[in-house]
């Protein structure tokens, strides 16, 4: 099993560019989750979805668009970057949300808007 | 949503017991608490989870008290690599939310 992949793992976009991070698990897990980190900062929750179909707002979603068409696949959405969404973005899933099922992470995606 | 409070950081020689506690005051009844642990450039991995009492396994012990509002996660003679930030999350299905919202974690430096 590959767990969760993320990609692209670098990127460098110019502030007002858009671009699409992937993330995919092979787990059949219904809940997945899309968190940034700051330089030396904790973890932020931007969207989450429990479901094929349905998401939900995090603790910082502006900026940020996410679907889910698939169980797999859980993109996130960047509209017109900005310098302060330069972060590293870590996709997780679990496979219910009881509490009792750990999140499952993937290697994150290191982007840089300048 | 339970909030969690961790010490921001610790040190420790190699060799010795860590505990690190957080405290998760207004935790809710179907609540879990599951402690990761996270290495630079890399995403959090998952060490330990308990409900209540104590939880036991390969790398760490889990103790929740009675009243479930503080946890404490041991690491026995702890070693280099063991240097990481430490997260304690709480969550569950009460009221429906599936959120899982990070605390600042605990960074822990292992001296040699």
């Known amino acids: 099993n590959a767990g969760v992949t993320q990609t692209p793992k670098f990127r460098i976009l110019k502030i007002g560019q858009s671009m699409t991070l992937q993330c995919a698990q092979d787990?059949?897990?219904?809940?997945m989750y899309w968190y940034r980190q700051d330089p030396g900062m904790g973890l932020k929750l931007i969207y989450y979805?429990?479901?094929?179909?349905?998401?939900d707002k995090g603790e910082v979603p502006n900026g940020y668009n996410v679907s889910r068409s698939t169980t797999e696949d859980f993109p996130l959405r960047l509209e017109l970057a900005a310098p302060s969404q330069t972060s590293v973005y870590f996709c997780?899933?679990?496979?219910?949300?009881?509490?009792?099922?750990?999140?499952?992470f993937g290697n994150g995606t290191r982007l840089t808007v300048t | 949503l339970a909030k969690t409070t961790q010490p921001i950081s610790m040190d420790s020689y190699e060799g010795q017991e860590v505990n690190i506690t957080c405290s998760h005051n207004n935790i809710a009844t179907n609540d879990y608490i599951t402690w990761y642990q996270q290495f630079p450039s890399q995403g959090p991995r998952f060490i330990i989870q308990g409900y209540k009492t104590k939880v036991t396994n390969e790398v760490a012990s889990l103790f929740i008290p009675a009243d479930r509002k503080s946890s404490t996660l041991s690491l026995p003679r702890v070693s280099l690599s063991d240097t990481a930030v430490y997260y304690c999350?709480?969550?569950?299905?009460?009221?429906?939310?599936?959120?899982?919202?990070f605390g600042t974690g605990t960074r822990l430096k292992v001296l040699a």
């Open positions: 999350l709480v969550g569950g299905t009460t009221s429906g939310t599936y959120k899982y919202i």
């Open positions: 997780a899933s679990s496979s219910s949300g009881g509490g009792n099922s750990p999140l499952h």
């Open positions: 787990m059949n897990h219904n809940y």
């Open positions: 979805s429990v479901g094929a179909g349905i998401t």
